[in-house]
């Protein structure tokens, strides 16, 4: 299996809902939250490729363009936490035609999201 993976970075803010009174995450504030996309296929493309990196690159600018310098709860309507946002993000990527298994053998097959250096969470199915 062959797996192509892209990085890219968000500034957003974020709340998390259902803490204590008085928890610090609780209250509104920002990260540079580093998010990571895996896809992965069995086989290659005629150029040798599992897919054109400017096309990963442009789905993902999606995702950055939609999030950056915003608020995350008032834009995609979540809990915003690292587990919950690489769920989203894996999803919307799904929803894609290059990623449909009956079209295509790409598949995604991981999100990351790591808000602060050393502490991220991933998705996979």
Not at 59 to 80: A, G
Request: glycine share 4%; net charge negative; charged share 20%.
């Amino acid at each position: 299996m062959y797996t192509l993976s892209h990085t890219f970075f968000v500034d957003a803010a974020h709340h998390l809902l259902g803490l204590p009174a008085g928890h610090k995450c609780s209250r509104i504030h920002g990260h540079r939250w580093a998010i990571s996309v895996g896809i992965a296929s069995d086989t290659l493309d005629s150029k040798g490729m599992v897919m054109d990196l400017h096309i990963l690159h442009d789905l993902c600018h999606q995702i950055q363009s939609t999030i950056d310098h915003d608020d995350i709860n008032k834009v995609w309507l979540i809990n915003p936490t690292c587990e919950n946002i690489a769920e989203y993000i894996y999803n919307w990527m799904k929803k894609f035609d290059c990623f449909d298994p009956e079209h295509s053998p790409i598949r995604v097959v991981y999100v990351e999201v790591e808000e602060t250096p050393g502490n991220s969470a991933s998705y996979t199915e």
